[in-house]
């Protein structure tokens, strides 16, 4: 690459996605660009120490439980007894960094270059997930801030709510073909607009 040039950042989505069905969209969608990604699980016996940890780092406590805690630009959503996705604005650096700090007390594996994350938004999200996702998404079971691990049209994922009408996904980069086909299909009756795919900088 000549110097004084880069690549803009770009989702891989920006091909397979485009506005489709009724307007006004009812859903909306657009992939988090630039975040870096980390599964992490405390190693037996040292969970006081890895909590405890965690909160001087970054000013929050890992959930004991399928919710979300976010401070700083950094999230940690429970994914499973003692095992947390570790979600950061600050890029693919993180997981290094993160598994640098927490030596010794849990085990970091950095899935940034594997998982990508989409935000799925509007007055139809709900719906169109009702289409393939194995959970029930009603406000009164699924709050904001509330995390779970499913089967979405036979691809695994982990989905959070961060709003009220607004749905962050983790899907594995292998299957986006497949998952975007899945959502292009769901949304259709709803409208679908996917023209914001290469920009979204909104906070975790």
Known sequence: M???????????FADLLAPIGP?????????????????????????????????ALHGLSPPRGPHRAVAGGIAFLGVGPNRWLA???????FAD?????LDGIASVIALTDGLLVLRIAGPRARAAFAKGLMIDLDPGVFAVGDVASSILAHIAVTIWRTGESSYD???????????GRWLAESAAEFGLAADGLAMTQAPI
Do not use: H, I, Q, Y
Not at 2 to 7: E, I, P
Not at 87 to 93: K, P, Q
Not at 97 to 101: E, H, P, V
């Open 2 to 12: 000549a110097d004084g040039f880069a690549l803009a950042p770009r989702s891989v």
């Open 23 to 55: 307007t006004p969209a009812g859903v909306f969608v657009s992939e988090r660009l630039g975040l870096g990604l980390a599964a992490v699980e405390s190693r037996k016996g040292r969970a006081p120490e890895f909590f405890a940890r965690v909160e």
């Open 87 to 93: 979600v950061s604005e600050s890029g693919a650096a």
């Open 97 to 101: 960094d993160l598994a640098l700090s």
């Open 169 to 179: 996904v983790a899907v594995p980069r292998s299957f986006a073909g497949d998952f």
